[in-house]
């Protein structure tokens, strides 16, 4: 949706998201939705006429986050399923990710048909929230992952790979942005998925001029999907450190890998009440319904008992381990939460964390504005239109109080949010 107005953001540090170090007393015109002229060091940029001024010294810009792995509709307070996939709450979700500066959200499965005209809609101004992309419904495993209560309006289960194929055709005659498959079996409490049936998605989905992202836990399964030709892996290999190969088929196939941190983190990590849990940003995000459940003593006790936390403890460790293995062999790293998949992926509040946790495993804090910003426009295709503040592309910024380049954890300080050059209200 073009248009907003006429703005310059005057006398701000500018982190482009192309991973440069950040230019200093910059100045951006936003004008019909895009950067229409960007200057730095000082040097004098034009208002227009009936131009906005906002003089920003001491502020930062950095461009809006897009969340290559997330799920829209599946929550309602902390009630999750699909009688929760209505227009009314994937636009109140897409509000929240675009209050929070994420200003791209990919849908990834489990998406009933009406995500297609939403999206539509959406590029015609009828609906609001950041921009949606949507993988479809995607393809889970007969009785097995994903473990969520979805009709079959909202996945194929498919058990052969004529089934999966036939899928995968109806998919393509929505245009969806990807194809997303599951490949899991929840630590062994599922069903086994049959890779037969999700080489011949990956087959089908390429005769469609469509790529795919996969769900994958396990190395082994990494391993096959990588030969099967899967474009994306949706999370972090979490079961077993990645072997040299593997590392330098993902960097030399170009595939794009999403760590996806705060997932195993969102299993336990509010009962142990670390320091933000009462932060304004936190509190901001959260239902009534989550923030009495998270505060109450019963969920600390269970999450406390709860034999499978070590196991997402370990796992985390895993997945921080294989970021570094891929960041220092340079494989395309991009960037996701698998937010809104559950109650405790908190849309808009997981993108920064998420950012946290790429920085405390390793990545200086550029890089991994990088991956949430530039690299992941890259991945979904958005190159021309967003991923990085550049003349011409859409105005999606957000302007910061303190600069993330110095500490991550300032990405949560917002001052505005610019979404296709409209200036977004930050609260109600
Ligand atoms: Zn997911």
Redesign the pocket.
């Known amino acids: 949706m073009p248009g907003g107005g006429t703005f310059v953001l005057s006398d701000v540090r500018l982190i482009d998201g192309t991973g440069h170090a950040p230019s200093d007393h910059a100045s951006l015109l936003i004008q019909n939705g895009k950067i229409a002229a960007i200057s730095t060091n000082g040097s004098p940029l034009h208002a227009p006429q009936g131009a906005t001024v906002l003089k920003l010294t001491g502020k930062t810009v950095m461009p809006g986050i897009i969340n290559g792995?997330g799920?829209v509709g599946l929550v309602q307070g902390t009630s999750v399923g699909g009688g929760n996939y209505t227009g009314v709450n994937i636009e109140r979700e897409l509000v929240q990710y675009e209050r929070c500066g994420v200003t791209t959200v990919m849908s990834?499965?489990m998406n009933k048909d009406l995500l297609y005209k939403f999206r539509t809609d959406q590029e015609k101004g009828e609906e609001g929230g950041a921009t949606v992309l949507t993988a479809g419904r995607g393809i889970g495993v007969p009785g097995g992952v994903p473990p969520v209560n979805v009709g079959p309006d909202q996945i194929y289960r498919p058990a052969t790979p004529e089934a999966a194929r036939k899928a995968v055709r109806e998919m393509a005659a929505h245009s969806p942005n990807l194809i997303k498959i599951w490949v899991d079996d929840n630590l062994g409490k599922l069903p086994q998925p049959n890779l037969n049936v999700d080489a011949a998605a990956i087959d089908e989905a390429h005769r469609a001029n469509l790529r795919v992202a996969a769900?994958v836990y396990y190395l082994a399964d990494a391993k096959q999907l990588i030969q099967d030709g899967v474009d994306i892996l949706?999370h972090s290999v979490r079961d077993k450190p990645l072997d040299p190969d593997t590392v330098s088929l993902i960097k030399n196939k170009n595939i794009y890998y999403i760590p996806t941190l705060q997932l195993e983190e969102s299993f336990y990590i509010y009962a142990q009440s670390p320091a933000w849990i009462s932060s304004a940003f936190f509190r901001r995000s959260l239902s009534p319904q989550l923030a009495a459940t998270l505060d109450s003593a019963a969920y600390k006790n269970r999450v406390q008992k709860d034999p499978s936390t070590a196991i997402h403890e370990k796992a985390l460790s895993i997945a921080e381990a294989n970021l570094r293995k891929l960041q220092a062999a340079t494989a395309p790293i991009a960037f996701g939460t698998?937010s809104g998949?559950n109650p405790y992926r908190i849309p808009g509040w997981a993108e920064h964390r998420e950012l946290q946790l790429m920085v405390n495993s390793g990545m200086k804090p550029l890089e991994a504005i990088h991956c949430a910003t530039e690299v992941n426009a890259k991945m979904l295709g958005l190159s021309d239109k967003t991923g990085a503040v550049q003349k011409g592309k859409q105005a999606d910024l957000i302007v910061l109080d303190a600069d993330p380049s110095q500490n991550i954890a300032n990405t949560e300080k917002i001052a505005m949010v610019f979404h296709e050059g409209r200036r977004i209200k930050l609260a109600d």
């Open positions: 792995h799920h990834l499965g769900h949706a698998d998949a």
